[in-house]
């Protein structure tokens, strides 16, 4: 598996910035400059099983890809699975790890994310500038992160579910 990493030090408790990962519907609001037109999974939108499914930016007719969280340790770490690229073929773990500082006034968010790319067009992919530009656009959403975690600028659209929501509202005669 290739792997990317990239990290950022966020002036907030390793809490609020788990609080906001661990929900789903966050992600396009910092991930929104390369990952586009989001539509969630299920009605709930935090916690492991939560996921989503997202277009890339700049891929072809087989640039959708998707994450479903697998794992979550509160104020510790996120891991999310997901397949994207053509037939869902390459399979992608992200794994966000917060660490606090000495004093605790601060967390470096760490993401890790792998790409198990095996089909020769895909690893091509990857070797002539997918990576490169992968690096960027995560070091970029993390650094919105950070605008968004701590002082609350720059934040995208949430995603929400399509169709509005799936159970009967109150007074409905559908009970």
Avoid at 10 to 21: A, C, H, M, N, T
Avoid at 25 to 53: M, Q, S, V
Avoid at 98 to 114: K, R
């Amino acid at each position: 598996m290739d792997e990317l990493r990239a990290e950022v030090t966020i002036e907030r408790q390793p809490d609020e910035i788990y609080r906001y990962l661990v929900d789903v519907a966050n992600h396009p609001e910092f991930c929104d400059h390369f990952l586009l037109d989001w539509h969630l999974t299920r009605e709930d939108t935090i916690g492991i099983g939560a996921g989503a499914r997202f277009k890339i930016k700049g891929a072809d007719r087989f640039g959708w890809g998707d994450l479903t969280i697998v794992e979550a340790e509160p104020a510790r770490s996120i891991v999310a699975r997901g397949r994207s690229g053509r037939f869902n073929r390459v399979r992608t773990v992200y794994a966000w790890t917060l660490v606090p500082n000495a004093t605790g006034t601060a967390t470096t968010v760490e993401l890790s994310v792998q790409r198990d790319a095996q089909a020769p067009f895909d690893r091509f992919r990857d070797t002539f500038g997918g990576r490169w530009a992968d690096k960027r656009h995560w070091r970029r959403a993390l650094g919105r992160l950070e605008g968004i975690v701590e002082r609350g600028e720059g934040r995208g659209e949430r995603a929400t579910l399509s169709g509005g929501p799936r159970k009967p509202a109150t007074g409905s005669p559908l009970r």
